[in-house]
Nanobody, 114 residues
Framework: QVRLVESGGGLVQPGASLTLSCASS????????VGWYREAPGKKREMVAQ???????EYAESVQGRFTISRSATQNTMTLQMNSLKPEDTAVYFC????????WGQGTQVTVSS
């Protein structure tokens, strides 16, 4: 069973930056796809950023140009760099990985508020 653990959430003001990290118990480059997703209150979980195989990253239109997803083989982690945060980015953020099975982290809260 794959274990994913997120870290790095918190409360920030609009315009600030945050970096989320997801530590994987399995090789991060061994999955068919990895990504970051978020759930805002009253809304469905949505894809924020994902990497399928070795293709270029894909981003939700709402975060394009502000968020960057990356992976580290040496640290076995996946990172989401979030810049120019907006109040509408407030949500619980989950990392997910798909291979033979689908695995999810427990989520980390990101709150953007003045």
């Amino acid at each position: 069973q794959v274990r994913l653990v997120e870290s790095g959430g918190g409360l920030v003001q609009p315009g600030a930056s945050l970096t989320l990290s997801c530590a994987s118990s399995a090789p991060i480059f061994g999955f068919d796809s990895v990504g970051w997703y978020r759930e805002a209150p009253g809304k469905k979980r949505e894809m924020v950023a994902q990497i399928i195989k070795f293709r270029n990253p894909e981003y939700a239109e709402s975060v394009q140009g502000r968020f960057t997803i990356s992976r580290s083989a040496t640290q076995n982690t996946m990172t989401l760099q979030m810049n120019s945060l907006k109040p509408e980015d407030t949500a619980v953020y989950f990392c997910g990985a798909k291979g033979a099975i689908e695995s999810w982290g427990q989520g980390t809260q990101v709150t953007v508020s003045s």
